[in-house]
């Protein structure tokens, strides 16, 4: 059942009622996708809110002559682009499953409704806003304090699926060439 999922996300954060994730529930659908599936291509308006049940996916920019990895999802994480979402105004991100996955997905039209009905749409918002901010400084404040090595350790240590990450994405969410990344993990971390 999504709500108990949506929940058991949340629940860290704040304790709603499990009626308001049943409510929630009935504004998205869940869709099994293949690995490689673009859910939002550059230049183009995210229309969907996705939170990943299963699989991996990232968050990509084309820069010069390939995409640079600004954001890796899991299960139980946001898989978005929630800038375009918000403003509902392209953007250059590009959205891609990692690999085969099943997401749940609220349109921008039936996620406003939810806000609009003040059944805790606001609070679940802010939170998840809150939330992709302080993992977006933090990951700042790691690439500017820490070795590669180390970060790649943390990501190890606290992100479960993380080796099933294609390997020039991960490096590139490191911001390291894929070579580095392959003699670190030789090391034996």
Known sequence: MISNHLKQIFDPF???????????????????LPKESILKASNTTEKFLNILLE???GILIWNVNNFVCTDISFESDF???YMSFTLQKPTPIEVKLFEDSTIFQI???????TLASGNH?????RLAAESAFIDKQQQQIDLLTKT???RYVELLNSKKGITRTP???LASYLGITPQSLS??????V
């Open 183 to 188: 003699r670190i993990r030789a090391e034996k």
């Open 55 to 57: 699989g991996s996916g």
């Open 167 to 169: 390997l020039k994405y």
């Open 107 to 113: 349109s921008y039209r039936n996620f406003q409704e």
């Open 121 to 125: 749409g606001e609070k679940i918002t």
């Open 14 to 32: 704040v304790t709603i009622d499990t009626q308001v994730w049943e409510n929630f529930e009935k504004l998205g659908e869940v869709k099994k």
């Open 148 to 150: 590669a090595k180390e």
């Open 79 to 81: 898989l978005n682009d």
